[in-house]
């Protein structure tokens, strides 16, 4: 037998545990299913069942452990029964004594011996039993030679009689097939504990080296089924275990690729595309001169390799040019020694593969991997491609448009997709995603931009032709309405071809905003008039197109609608809302032609006449009744809300005035019959109806208002739902004549949910009416109601007081912070029974949001609450406040989230504005954890996470806090700051090479220790830089969005050679992760009315710090600090004039 059979513990007791292995999986292979099903279980019983040892070197089964090994020859044609008999009579007594274990001399009828030691072997016991049982029933066993062991297997041999089965070429195919799947399930759960599949018991470390020798073996084997599950389990293992315990195997898997074993190749293969996305910059440059040019003869011997084995060849070059890519950014010059010398290469056979038609050497998921190579090359290595860029492109192309011949939008498609494996798609979608995928690259980069616009009006045509309607779109979205809303919608997850094209319209429409609209239009019209001779010639599916022309138009309707006013464009729009969009409304071909038209009829609004608009809305409004087709009700809803938006931007809404009752009944009637996507479409579009017309909204609020208490209490457990109803709330809070009745019917409602007892409501609904309070008492104009004090304000006090919820907690600060801004007078004036007034009870909610024996994510958002009640209650609080910061620092001791660090330590910013000294003082006077003051740990707390703070508003007033106490130290000499210090910059050993986790764990962080100034002017330095990216990168995308910029980039061409594809990745990177991007927290900025109230938030933060840090160069002391600064921070003073 392969591996000689070997193994920890090998010999009679080990081949007898495989033997009953053996058994175990032609269980699971029996075509009978209760013996199939009871086998399966029976692996998961053997793959976790642990045992003690029982003396040196020697591993039992759990039968062992309870006979004796020196008793098992005697007892191996005992009578099953009879173990189970001992187990029974053992179980019994352990459920009647609560675990404590009785030692009976006659257990088992024919052994006169049988004693229990220990609850353990209790334990183990009873999985026996149990097993037993199973065994006994379902395979017949009644042998204690077959049962013991099959019940007795341990984890150490486990893994390895696995790999053994598995590799083993006398073996049985189905047993080999069905051993290596479990294999690899064990090898995911079991091989490392640090794994998030992890289930104990970990391999141990002997099982783990029999393994690692067996393994390598079956990469080899000649059934490729087996051969891809142990490759598989070797790359699972090489993730944990490569370089550090298992060196030897990337030379083995090189050895294989040059062994001309085909089989071999494949194995090696599969494990090295696994292998290569684990490899480190430092393992880099050590792996891709070996490993490269055997990919590149691999790829081009098309008559020797197949061609899945081709393309993990091209997948890994793919992976290796990245990471080349990557470390280019640090080490300047690597991807000149490991990857330039093969690009011209490779990107010849890449053009020469483009090329090949389809068969035994070529599919659509080849080129889709050659493809995304090249696209790899272009946004990588952009100067090294431009050569090769005039053979690309013309073979590009032709992929796309004889790809749009197979585009499966008529349902007899000339070619089917093909397919790897089961769910790994190959055909054609993914084809033409890479297609897409490499247009975009080309975008990306200032080299090739002029490329893609003078294709624009060819790409476009296609573009709509890949956006149309597939018949397996029609067939689910019939079925399924909820579906056709997820997939249509902007922010959809679904990603199909029609969704990739619409995206690549909308990229080029934004780089070539001219370009495209004049390409569009000329595109749709093409498409117009070829579709119209469709129709006449009998063709079933012409409309499709029309469809799709609506889409692309509808999407990008700003630049068209711009372009004709301008007139750029010479497009018909009103003959196309007439002849095309309003006919095609006439038609009953396609109920998604109708819901289209609809659609996009609303957005153009601005080119109607006011008698098309009414024509428009009329049948707008038909289409939401029930009589029509889901989509086309789905649909009106989209138009509806669409109508809505335009027509409040043109303050023309008027116009909707007379529809506005149907549109109202035919929403709450749609709401009524459809949940999850097509409600929330309903309700967000009810939403943007009630700020339409006040009068008309606060007519109807005995509609609306109960409507979506209704709806919110019926879903309240889909916090979608819940916010689109809050939002409702919000605009009848907003509207003055709304106020009364609506808060007559929901606060109740509100106050009784908080009221009642947790058990009897549904998790989370009191948290959520919670948060709906908030949102009306912010919405609504001082004085509050006697309603929203008395009734509703004790209620939420008392809710946040007495539960132990920590988003009920949570959301109970965040209304009383509401009410603390809006009313804090009307609270302060309100008394309980006892005498307390409502500042009392914020107090003690506060002490409870802060309490250390509460959760520490109660306190997430109490620092709002807290700077809220210093700035609003001031000296009202009196002694109050010393007590909220003892609680605060009490707090901080126990908290390790940032965000709720953050809450905390924003408390000591706020009032570094308004009360330093005193703040200073107070700080003083308190020992922190140490004993030292307790300002060196809130300001070694502070320093070490100020470049973390994420949030606008947070970052202005924590970076002009920073500056006030800077300057406060350097103008009074203040010792209490100047005698501090705190951790500068990490000491890096360049030496270590890359930090793994176990050098990690031998090797702590080290920091240099620096005076608390020091620090704080690094950080201000910071902020600075911080606050220039995001500003440059919203000028940037201003420029890019003005008229003219699609000129701009031709006359950079010549200029700009090194750094523009890092520059565009770069700018990405600061609009989605830098928090003073405006639009990146714009929704959460504009919920905050306090935030919005503070004069801080209006400050321009790169003036303010960039006047601070001049004037503080000017200072003697400058000197000092400026030898403390590094490369970097001096750059970005030099940026300054400094």
Not at 398 to 412: G, K, V, W
Not at 489 to 518: G, H, K, M, P, W
Not at 530 to 543: D, L, M, P, R, T
Request: glycine share 4%; aromatic share 8%; with cysteine.
């Amino acid at each position: 037998m392969a591996g000689g059979g070997g193994g920890p513990g090998a010999g009679p007791v080990a081949q007898g545990l495989k033997e009953a292995l053996v058994e175990t999986l032609t269980g699971i292979l029996c075509p009978v299913q209760a013996v199939r099903a009871a086998a399966e279980e029976q692996v998961k019983v053997l793959e976790v069942t642990e045992v003690k040892q029982h003396g040196k070197n020697k591993l039992y089964s759990p039968s062992c452990a309870v006979f004796g090994m020196e008793k098992l020859a005697k007892t191996k044609r005992r009578s099953y029964r009879n173990l189970v008999c001992a187990s029974t009579i053992l179980l019994r007594e352990i459920e009647t004594r609560n675990g404590r274990v009785a030692t009976y001399d006659t257990a088992c009828p024919e052994e006169g011996l049988f004693t229990a030691a220990d609850t353990s072997v209790c334990s183990e016991m009873l999985q026996l039993w149990r097993t037993g049982l199973l065994l006994e029933q379902v395979l017949g066993v009644n042998d204690l030679n077959s049962a013991g062991f099959l019940i007795g297997i341990y984890h150490n041999e486990f893994g390895v009689h696995l790999a053994e089965l598995t590799v083993d070429p006398q073996g049985a195919l189905a047993i080999r097939q069905l051993a290596s799947v479990i294999l690899k399930q064990y090898v995911e759960t079991h091989w490392c504990s640090q794994s998030e599949k992890f289930r104990p018991p970990e391999t141990t470390e002997r099982a783990k080296v029999a393994i690692r020798e067996l393994l390598p073996n079956g990469l080899r084997e000649s059934i490729s089924k087996v051969r891809s599950s142990v490759a598989y389990a070797v790359s699972a293992i090489a993730h944990w275990d490569w370089p550090e315990a298992w060196p030897e195997l990337f030379n083995l898997l090189m050895e294989m690729l040059v062994s001309g074993d085909v089989n071999a190749v494949h194995g090696a293969m599969r494990v090295l595309t696994e292998f290569t996305r684990e490899v480190t910059d430092i393992q880099m440059p050590l792996v891709a001169p070996v490993i490269l040019p055997e990919m590149y003869k691999i790829f081009t011997m098309a008559e020797v390799y197949g061609i899945r084995t081709r393309s993990r060849a091209v997948e890994i070059f793919t992976t290796c040019a990245h990471m080349i890519c990557n470390m280019e950014e640090l080490e300047k010059g690597a991807a000149k020694v490991l990857i330039f010398p093969v690009v011209q290469q490779f990107t010849e056979a890449f053009v020469q593969a483009l090329q090949m038609p389809d068969g035994p050497t070529s599919d659509s998921g080849f080129k889709m991997e050659v493809l995304k190579a090249v696209t790899a090359l272009v946004k990588n290595y952009p100067k090294h491609m431009i050569s090769s860029m005039q053979q690309i492109l013309p073979i590009v192309w032709n992929t796309l448009t004889e790809s749009a011949a197979l585009y499966p939008c008529s349902p007899s498609p000339k070619k089917a997709p093909s397919f790897l494996s089961p769910g790994e798609v190959l055909g054609f979608e993914n084809l033409v995603f890479s297609i897409f995928e490499f247009v975009h690259a080309l975008l990306e980069n200032n080299k090739f931009k002029s490329t893609v616009k003078k294709a624009l009006p060819d790409l476009i045509y296609y573009i709509l032709l890949y956006m149309q309607i597939t018949e397996e779109q029609i067939k689910v979205w019939t079925a399924n309405p909820q579906q056709f809303v997820e997939d249509e919608d902007d922010d959809t997850f679904s990603y199909t071809v029609r969704i990739a094209a619409q995206d690549l319209l909308l990229a080029v429409a934004a780089d070539f905003q001219n370009e495209s609209a004049t390409a569009l239009a000329a595109a749709a019209t093409r498409h117009l008039q070829e579709a119209e001779q469709a129709k006449n010639s009998g063709a079933e599916h012409w409309w499709k197109i029309h469809e799709a022309c609506m889409l692309a138009l509808g999407s990008v309707k700003s630049i068209i609608t711009d372009s004709v006013k301008n007139g750029r464009i010479h497009f018909d729009m009103h003959g196309f809302l007439t002849n095309v969009v309003l006919a095609d409304l006439n038609l009953s071909v396609s109920p998604f032609l109708l819901g289209r038209a609809l659609w996009a009829a609303s957005r153009f609004t601005v080119a109607m006449s006011p008698e098309l608009i009414q024509q428009f809305l009329q049948a707008t409004v038909s289409g939401l009744h029930e009589t029509q087709p889901p989509s086309v009700r789905i649909s009106a809803v989209r138009a509806i809300w669409g109508y809505c938006d335009q027509l409040k931007i043109s303050e023309s809404t008027h116009v909707l005035q007379p529809f506005l009752p149907s549109i109202l009944d035919g929403l709450i009637h749609l709401a009524t019959q459809f949940s999850s996507e097509v409600l929330n479409l309903v309700m967000e579009t009810l939403c943007i109806v009630c700020t339409v017309d006040p009068a008309f909204t606060a007519s109807m609020e005995n509609k609306i208002c109960p409507f979506t208490i209704a709806i919110f209490l019926k879903y309240s457990n889909d916090p979608v739902v819940a916010s689109l109803a809050q939002d409702i709330f919000k605009e009848l809070a907003q509207i003055e004549t709304c106020q009364g009745p609506m808060q007559m019917r929901l606060i109740p409602t509100l106050v009784s949910i908080m009221q009642a007892p947790a058990d009897k409501i549904p998790a989370g609904l009191c948290a959520t009416s919670i948060d709906i309070l908030t949102t009306v008492v912010r919405n609504t104009k001082p004085p509050l109601s006697q309603l929203l004090i008395c009734q509703a304000f004790p209620a939420v006090a008392q809710c946040s007081l007495n539960t132990d919820d920590n988003a009920t907690m949570q959301n109970g600060g965040e209304c009383l912070r509401a009410y603390v801004s809006v009313a804090l007078e009307q609270i302060a004036q309100w008394h309980d029974d006892q005498g307390h007034n409502g500042l009392w009870y914020v107090m003690q909610v506060v002490s409870q949001l802060l309490d250390p024996r509460t959760s520490e994510f109660t306190a997430a958002f109490v620092g709002r609450l807290v700077s809220t009640l210093i700035s609003k209650a001031g000296s009202e609080l009196g002694e109050n406040l010393d007590q909220i910061l003892r609680a605060i620092l009490s707090k901080m001791q126990q908290a390790e989230t940032l965000s709720v660090m953050q809450s905390l330590i924003m408390v000591f910013a706020h009032l570094v504005h308004s009360q330093l000294e005193p703040l200073l003082e107070f700080l003083c006077s308190l020992p922190g954890p140490t004993g030292k003051p307790a300002l060196e740990f809130v300001m070694a707390e502070w320093m070490s996470r100020q470049h973390l703070f994420y949030g606008q508003y947070e970052g202005k007033v924590s970076s002009v806090a920073l500056c006030k106490l800077l300057q406060y130290g350097i103008n009074t000499d203040d010792k209490r700051l100047q005698d501090i210090r705190v951790k500068g910059e990490e000491i890096f050993n360049m030496d270590e090479g890359i930090r793994t986790r176990s050098k990690s764990a031998k090797n702590p962080e080290r920091w240099t220790n620096i005076p608390l100034l020091v620090k704080i002017l690094k950080l201000i330095i910071n902020e600075l830089s911080n606050a220039m990216e995001a500003n440059a990168s919203r000028q940037t995308t201003a420029d890019w969005s003005q008229d003219d910029s699609n000129d701009m980039w031709e006359d950079q061409e010549e200029d700009e050679d090194e750094d523009e594809g890092l520059a565009g990745q770069f700018l990405s990177d600061i609009l989605s992760t830098n928090k003073y991007d405006e639009d990146y927290y714009e929704d959460d900025e504009e919920d905050d009315p306090d935030a919005l109230k503070d004069p801080l938030y209006q400050i321009d933060l790169q003036a303010y710090l960039t006047d601070f840090l001049c004037q503080f160069a000017q200072q003697p002391c400058y000197a000092m600090f400026s030898d403390h600064l590094n490369d970097n921070e001096k750059r970005v003073l030099q940026a300054i004039g400094i």
